[in-house]
């Protein structure tokens, strides 16, 4: 069929295409009648004749005055696998008498126009890759200068690796990552698995490899030691590392600065420049570069970004994009700008909008992330090179297990209703003014509008009080102070009443309760989180979801749902802050009554743990976006009538809630237009009632739909200032929240969940079986088991029985054990609220033997069996003075905690304060020896 006239073919237009792909990525293309060979570094000519038999190449690529490659064109459509036969006979039929940097022709290109491929035939074994354009000359240059001498074995010297920049390593990147030298890093499992098996991928040529890691378990300590292996050994010349959320990247920066090379003691901030992107301008000398996937998305589109957008999840604005704005070619950040990008939790930044950003780098993709979906194996094509689970996590000692400790109410499952007659009060979002309403009707709301439409207070402080009361008895037994807590809310308001409830209920100051939003004011959101993770104050944090991925706050003991959730992933992230272990002594210095950190309790208000949930956060129905999420998609580029609909009724409704003198703001920010004027700009443009400009964006969105595409963008444009984004937002905030300060809620129920008590069982059986093998072979259980010999039972018999419990797989304590058995009887188990000591192993034995009926703290065992040892030397006549029954009650109490006492500890506190050794000689005599003995044997039994 003939085109009709004007219009161009498939084959003509890609080469248009493919000429504009060349010269944005600087290449000077020319016709070969008019070639200049000069005129620029490198010079595409199209239709050059090859020797007989060789045909004719679409383009042969000069860099320098030496040719270095070829491309083959074909139509959009054309599948290109079959191509690269085609593409290698031109490569080997340059005429002799033409200068090349070597032959046959080592760079090999096929394209569409619309899809590349390109082979790099200086690799090891050349295989041919897709890529989002042209590489530039210069690129092409480094790779040939860099590559040894034609005929000879590549080699890597560790000479030039060592000391020399990258692109004068010997040999492609590919050849280098052939002989790396063997990891002699100190890590933790499962890090150094992860490397070996993440460096053979990248050594087998596979363009994409996904790492699953349980969160807490060191991901990023992964990905920098690789970074660092592939920079030092590899001569990788850039690594992107990319985050969602900016204050992850603040962190991240921090972590690759300070990490010490075990190959000659620099800090990696010290031997190579890493730069966290806050602008557009990209450091050439950073060899690696952290950034946020917004961030790296709107330079890619030539976009400035507000600081405040990268401090939100991708995946809020994700997804409402149904068809996803396409990037283009940016000549200011070439295809080859980065050898390596990994995407931390890559199950939220792989999808939809933004895995055009992954795609558009010629670089190998590496993805981290605690909790992958099918999209996510799909998308690093199922080569998983590392699973490693959190019970794995756990079984190792990297992440510490969990308890859910449920919280149910009447208003938080059936939510309420007022009756008419009552007053409620109505809560001005922006200016928080209350004012009274008189209902002339019933009102009723369900659970889903709580805090969002509707804030119940006595909801927030029946759940607040149940934690209060519940908190040293039932969920952290034996403390008396607040474990540093994490408390999730559904917005700022709503995290702005937990705040001053939680401070009410627990009677204490503002340092007590913070709220760390986006909206903080005075202390920075990063101060505030410094000051959770090291100080003392806060003991609790409310936020939204700025602390819900990735921030390493590890004194975390309870997590609190006060929000519910609806992605598996993000749900597994929020509950990841509790997850981390923390050193004993760094957890006592923020929470001095703790212990050491076993577990960690989410504390669930609203049944997050017991809904299912999805691998993605769908947004169905738009009414459901916020309008802050909606602006956010059309500044990104998002013109979907669904979206573009959505916003033009917001508008619409705020023309009607707004004053006069709000509606004048508006004109003036937008440049003239007012509210109506922007929403019928919108509605007009999905009518196709509004032509965009011959200037706007009509080339870029061409094909089907392209025109109704170019004039939603013309009609949203004003959108794109923050500014006006801004100010909308704030006049949507005057829209008025319902306080119900009528409804008194009640607790229905507070407990641990069926799982809780399902590990509880586990872990009884699981010691109870342990003591049962090991009864003949850890001397402790030896004398337990055979308590009638009256043999001595130390304190280092029990200390080796303990630590044999604690070590995996079985990572028992005697505090985790008493909880276990108070969970399943709670009526044969004392002293549960108590601080745990190490001789509690004793009565843990005793009673899983079933030597005992209960289980009993053993000091106060230990006090009984010292008042029945007083007794009898009463009945034999004998008493003791004030000054010895005191030195009596000491020896039993050091008895309780250390098994026995031996003439040595009376040097030690609390005996030397009264005049030690010397004095207990003093006060017995010659019967010291024989009173000692008897304690020691009587007490224990």
């Known amino acids: 069929m003939t085109p009709p006239r004007g219009a161009l073919t498939p084959e003509q237009a890609a080469r248009q295409t493919i ?32 020797v007989e ?245 709107s330079m890619l589109k030539g976009r400035e970004l507000p600081d405040e957008d990268e401090e939100h999840s991708t995946e809020d604005a994700e997804g409402l994009f149904k068809d996803t704005p396409p990037l283009e070619y940016n000549p200011a950040f070439p295809i080859e700008t980065f050898d390596i990008v990994i995407t931390d939790e890559a199950h939220r930044s792989i999808y939809h909008l933004w895995r055009q950003v992954l795609e558009y780098f010629d670089a190998y993709l590496i993805g981290l992330t605690a909790t992958p979906s099918k999209q996510t194996f799909g998308f690093f094509n199922q080569n998983l090179v590392m699973e490693y689970g959190h019970s794995q996590a756990v079984a190792d000692g990297v992440n510490v297990n969990y308890d859910v400790y449920r919280i149910r109410t009447n208003v938080s499952e059936q939510g309420s209703t007022v009756e008419a007659g009552y007053y409620v009060q109505l809560l001005d979002r922006q200016t928080r003014r209350r004012s009274d309403w008189q209902l002339d009707e019933d009102f009723a709301y369900d659970p889903a509008e709580l805090d969002r439409a509707v804030q119940t207070p006595d909801q927030i402080r029946t759940v607040v009080r149940t934690f209060r009361d519940r908190l040293f008895g039932e969920i952290f037994p034996g403390r008396t102070e607040v474990p540093k807590t994490l408390v999730f809310a559904k917005d700022d308001n709503h995290a702005e009443a937990i705040v001053q409830i939680l401070r009410e209920e627990f009677g204490k100051g503002n340092e007590f309760a913070q709220k760390i939003t986006y909206r903080t004011t005075g202390a920075t959101p990063e101060s505030l989180i410094r000051a959770f993770r090291t100080s003392y104050h806060p003991r609790i944090a409310v936020t939204v979801d700025m602390i819900a991925t990735g921030t390493d706050i590890k004194p975390v003991e309870i997590v609190m749902f006060m929000r519910s959730v609806k992605s598996r992933s993000f749900f597994e992230q929020m509950k990841g802050r509790g997850v981390r272990v923390i050193n004993p002594a760094d957890l006592q210095a923020v929470t001095p009554d703790a212990r050491s950190k076993d577990h960690f309790v989410i504390v669930d208000a609203v049944g997050v743990c017991e809904r299912d949930k999805t691998d993605s956060r769908p947004m169905d129905q738009k009414k459901s976006v916020p309008l802050d999420k909606l602006l956010q998609a059309v500044a990104l580029g998002n013109v979907e009538p669904e979206v573009i609909s959505s916003v033009a009724a917001r508008l619409a409704r705020l023309d009607r809630d707004i004053d006069d003198a709000d509606k004048a703001r508006v004109v003036a920010a937008s440049g003239g237009y007012g509210l109506k004027d922007l929403s019928r700009r919108l509605v007009d443009a999905l009518h196709g009632d509004f032509s965009a400009p011959a200037s706007a964006t009509a080339p870029q969105l061409a094909g089907e739909g392209g025109e109704l595409r170019a004039a939603l963008t013309e009609a949203a444009k004003p ?223």
């Open 19 to 50: 000429d504009t792909l060349l010269g944005a990525a600087g290449w000077a293309v020319q016709n070969l009648a008019e070639v200049n060979l000069h005129a620029a570094r490198g010079v595409a000519i199209r239709e050059f004749p090859l």
């Open 53 to 297: 038999g060789h045909g004719t190449a679409d383009y042969l690529l000069y860099v320098d005055g030496r040719a270095c490659g070829v491309i083959e064109a074909k139509k959009q459509g054309a599948t290109l696998t079959g191509v690269e036969t085609q593409s290698g006979r031109y490569a080997q039929g340059l005429p002799a008498s033409l200068p090349a940097w070597r032959r046959p022709l080592p760079f090999l290109y096929e394209s569409t126009g619309v899809e590349t491929h390109y082979t790099n035939g200086l690799d090891p074994e050349p295989r041919a890759r897709s890529v989002f354009a042209f590489h530039r000359p210069e690129t092409l240059a480094a790779w040939l200068i860099a590559a040894p001498a034609q005929g000879a074995t590549p080699a890597v010297r560790a000479d030039v690796i060592a000391d020399a920049p990258a692109n004068t390593a010997a040999g492609t990147f590919l050849a280098r990552m052939q002989q790396l030298p063997s990891l002699i890093d100190d890590l933790w499992p499962p890090k150094p698995q992860a490397i070996a098996k993440l460096e053979q991928s990248l050594r087998e040529n596979r363009p994409r490899a996904l790492v699953q890691m349980a969160t807490g378990s060191g991901k990023t300590l992964l990905a920098i030691v690789l970074s660092y292996r592939l920079i030092k050994f590899a001569g990788a010349r850039r690594v992107l590392f990319l985050v969602d959320r900016g204050n992850l990247g603040r962190q991240t920066k921090k972590e690759f600065d300070q990490y010490v090379s075990p190959y000659n003691n620099y800090k990696f901030g010290e031997e190579y420049i890493v730069q966290h992107l806050t602008s557009s301008q990209l450091d050439t000398s950073a060899r690696v570069v952290i950034c946020t996937i917004q961030r790296m998305y």
């Open 719 to 941: 959108l794109s200032d923050p500014a006006l984004r801004e100010l909308l937002l704030r006049l949507r905030q005057q829209a008025d929240m319902v306080v119900d300060t009528v409804t008194a809620d009640h607790l229905i129920e507070a407990g641990f969940s069926a799982a809780a008590s399902d590990r509880a069982r586990s872990m009884v059986e699981t010691f109870e079986s342990f003591i049962a093998q090991h009864r003949d072979e850890i001397t402790a259980l030896q004398i337990l088991y055979n308590r009638p010999t009256r043999a001595p039972l130390t304190f280092e018999a029990i200390k080796q029985l303990a630590d044999s419990l604690q070590a995996p797989p079985y990572l028992l304590d005697e505090s985790a054990l008493w909880q276990a058995y108070a969970a399943l009887d709670q009526s044969k188990v004392q002293g549960a609220s108590r601080q745990r000591i190490l001789t509690d192993l004793v009565s843990l034995v005793r009673y899983a033997m079933h030597q005992d009926n209960e289980l009993v703290p053993y000091p106060e065992r230990v006090a009984a069996n010292f008042k029945a040892w007083l007794g009898q030397q009463q009945a034999h006549g004998k008493s003791f003075g004030d000054e010895q029954q005191w030195w009596l009650e000491r020896i039993a109490e050091h008895i309780a905690a250390s098994l026995d006492i031996r003439l040595e500890d009376f040097d030690a506190a609390p005996f030397n304060q009264r005049g030690g050794l010397a004095r207990v000689h003093q006060l017995f005599g010659t019967q010291l020896p024989k009173v000692i003995e008897e304690l020691n044997r009587e007490l224990v039994a």
